[in-house]
């Protein structure tokens, strides 16, 4: 691994020490080799070894946003509409260096109060041939106590960072309630939208928060710790793409209750559908999956 990270180090500094005309270029041609040495690599210790190269801003810098891209959602502005989705970077350990990477927002998580280890390992399966993946991860992070000095002292180049937030494995759904209360709390002065994940198909009974009385109830409690602070970030609920048309009136009502912000769709799917072709996917347990044709899955007619 020291190997592999002397040698991204070596090409990162290099390309940053060219003339600017010649950094975007290089920076591309960096990264097609880097990503073709990862896919050699173990699946998760690639995703580790990418955190870690935009850790310490090896990782390429797009050029400017095209005006046009820009967009405003809930009173925030965006350069642009693609974002980097939570899971990525689990411990908002590389924020500066993935805005580099030109997303508009980047969202950091899923937090819990308290880090856990998530789920043993192989948890994250590359599906090269559909263009996808399959984690099942299980929120693992290393919790409030680590994630808050990170983000109160992220460069975010005036562009929103989300924080996306959960409850530990081992909390009851009947005190699941406190675990979202707890992290807001901590990390809601310093986020530009915070995200209740209810939907992660990797933690044991998580979705079941979806239903329409406990969600209700769980948005209304988040909401009133956010208007507690002094600094309102919007507050949107990430819901599942696994339900049926009765399942998503139930989580619009509630979501239209308690008034919450917005509602992201979606997290990944558990489906498998018979046009995957890998070898792999009868082999992995239930986890969410995520690729090319992951908008097929909970469409309603």
């Known amino acids: 691994m020291a190997r592999v990270l002397g040698g991204m180090a070596a090409v990162g500094v290099g390309a940053y ?18 990503t ?25 810098v797009a050029p400017p946003t095209d005006p046009a891209l820009y967009t405003r959602v809930c009173g925030l502005g965006f350069e642009s509409p693609v974002g980097l989705a939570a899971g990525f970077d689990k411990n908002a350990e590389a924020i500066e260096g993935l805005f580099n990477l030109g997303f508009g927002f980047v969202e950091v998580g899923t937090i819990t109060p308290v880090g856990q280890i998530g789920n043993p390992r192989p948890r994250m399966f590359r599906l090269e041939e559909d263009l996808g993946v399959i984690n099942r991860y299980g929120f693992n992070n290393e919790g409030v106590e680590a994630v808050l000095p990170r983000v109160k002292t992220a460069e975010r180049h005036s562009k929103p ?78 819901i599942a793409p696994d339900i049926d048309a009765a399942q998503l009136k139930d989580i619009a009502a509630a979501s239209m209750n308690s008034k919450v912000d917005g509602v992201i769709v979606s997290n990944t799917t558990i489906s498998r559908p018979a046009h995957l072709i890998n070898e792999i996917v009868p082999y992995v347990p239930i986890a969410g999956r995520s690729g090319d044709d992951s908008f097929r899955v909970g469409e309603f007619e």
Request: charged share 25%.
């Open 161 to 238: 960072l989300g924080i996306n937030v959960g409850k530990n494995k081992v909390t009851p759904e009947a005190e699941a309630v406190s675990d979202y209360v707890k992290t807001i709390e901590a990390l809601g002065p310093y986020a530009d939208y915070l995200v209740i994940n209810v939907s992660s198909p990797n933690t044991p009974g998580l979705r079941d928060l979806q239903k329409r009385d406990i969600l209700e109830g769980l948005l209304k409690s988040v909401l009133k710790t956010r208007d507690e602070l002094t600094h309102k970030p919007p507050l949107f609920v990430k």
């Open 17 to 34: 020490l060219l003339p600017a005309k010649y950094k975007y270029p290089v920076h591309s041609w960096v990264a097609d080799r880097l």
């Open 36 to 60: 073709d040495g990862l896919r050699n690599l173990d699946a998760e210790l690639a995703h580790n070894l990418a955190i870690e190269a935009a850790k310490w801003k090896l990782t390429p």
